[in-house]
Nanobody, 124 residues
Framework: QVQLVESGGGLVQPGGSLRLSCAAS????????MGWYRQAPGKERELVAT???????NYADSVKGRFTISRDNAKNTVYLQMNSLKPEDTAVYYC??????????????????WGQGTQVTVSS
């Protein structure tokens, strides 16, 4: 089983910063891409940022210039540095990864995995 665990969410003042992290665990062979999505109450889940194994990044227009996605392959971890936070950034943030791993029989498999989400609240 591959599991993604997010951390770093919480309550922050407008204009403040938070750093989210997401660590993938299991018999990981490789991770082609990792990303962050978010979902606010009453809205559909939307892409925030993605990063490939080649470190190519993509950001939603609403977060460009404020958020930075990065990854540490040695730790199988992706980060989201969030600066200049706004109330409209309030949402549950989800980690996503395309993971190639080894099964119990040592057969290589690839799957799309999601974390359970971490709450980010931006409020004064």
């Amino acid at each position: 089983q591959v599991q993604l665990v997010e951390s770093g969410g919480g309550l922050v003042q407008p204009g403040g910063s938070l750093r989210l992290s997401c660590a993938a665990s299991g018999s990981i062979f490789s991770i082609s891409f990792m990303g962050w999505y978010r979902q606010a109450p009453g809205k559909e889940r939307e892409l925030v940022a993605t990063i490939t194994s080649g470190l190519s990044t993509n950001y939603a227009d609403s977060v460009k210039g404020r958020f930075t996605i990065s990854r540490d392959n040695a730790k199988n971890t992706v980060y989201l540095q969030m600066n200049s936070l706004k109330p409209e950034d309030t949402a549950v943030y989800y980690c996503n990864a395309d993971v190639t791993y080894l099964s119990y029989s040592y057969i290589r498999r690839t799957g799309d995995y999601w974390g359970q989400g971490t709450q980010v609240t931006v409020s004064s």
